[in-house]
């Protein structure tokens, strides 16, 4: 690829797409990058797949742009983050601090990445005993009915009634290349991407910043694992 694809991905399953709206094409549908791989499947577990973009032949209608993260993928059960084992191994399960558990909900699972900032993955890479200097960013409420912005809207809506039941300030989403939030917690915020110049221009910026990359997602993708 192009350097400046590098770091680009699309997060759609197989599933995904065959529960997706008319708008997906046979051609994507049939693209061998989304045919089942059990073995990965079982690595990924309960999170979705990703695959790298291909410039020239992914047709981008429909989709939105994230800031992707070097972290470690979570999901937030409600209780305590669950984590993809590694190399294969079982999933393994961490129970944040009180001051990280107080600023999400109890009912809604909600999927993202414990995160320390740009260019600082050996900082969150010690979560397993110690949180400090660690947030968590969120990027979907894989429960919640509907598209993928409308799951968004959702996870934005309950983590800021978390925030104002506190007596807190709800911290907007966090928006490709900006200055990283000061919460604890925050939801990842995406923007049209239907345009090859428009990943281009985001990405530039996002490495610019010293970001780790792009996950493009479809607007009305449902979730499916």
Request: hydrophobic letters at 40%.
């Amino acid at each position: 690829l192009e350097p400046t694809y590098r770091g680009v991905t699309i997060y759609e399953t197989p599933c995904n797409l065959e529960a997706a709206d008319s708008t997906v094409s046979q051609a994507h549908k049939q693209d061998q990058r989304w045919k089942v791989d059990k073995a990965r499947e079982e690595r990924c577990g309960i999170f979705a797949l990703a695959v790298a973009l291909r410039p020239g032949v992914d047709n981008l209608r429909g989709f939105v742009a994230m800031e992707k993260f070097d972290g470690f993928r979570s999901l937030w059960d409600g209780t305590v983050f669950r984590m993809r084992g590694i190399q294969g191994g079982a999933e393994r399960r961490v129970k944040p601090p009180p001051e990280l558990a107080s600023l999400l909900p109890t009912d809604l699972k909600l999927d993202g990445e414990l995160w320390s900032g740009r260019g600082c993955f050996s900082a969150v890479s010690k979560v397993w005993s110690d949180f400090d200097g660690v947030s968590f960013a969120v990027y979907d409420a894989p429960e919640v009915a509907g598209g993928f912005l409308a799951r968004l809207a959702a996870a934005d809506e309950a983590i800021a009634a978390v925030a104002r039941s506190r007596g807190l300030e709800p911290t907007p989403p966090f928006a490709p290349a900006r200055a990283p939030p000061a919460a604890r917690c925050f939801v990842v915020g995406a923007v049209r991407c239907e345009e090859e110049a428009v990943v281009k221009r985001l990405m530039e910026a996002v490495l610019a910043e010293g970001g780790e990359g792009l996950v493009l997602r479809r607007a009305l993708s449902r979730h499916r694992r």
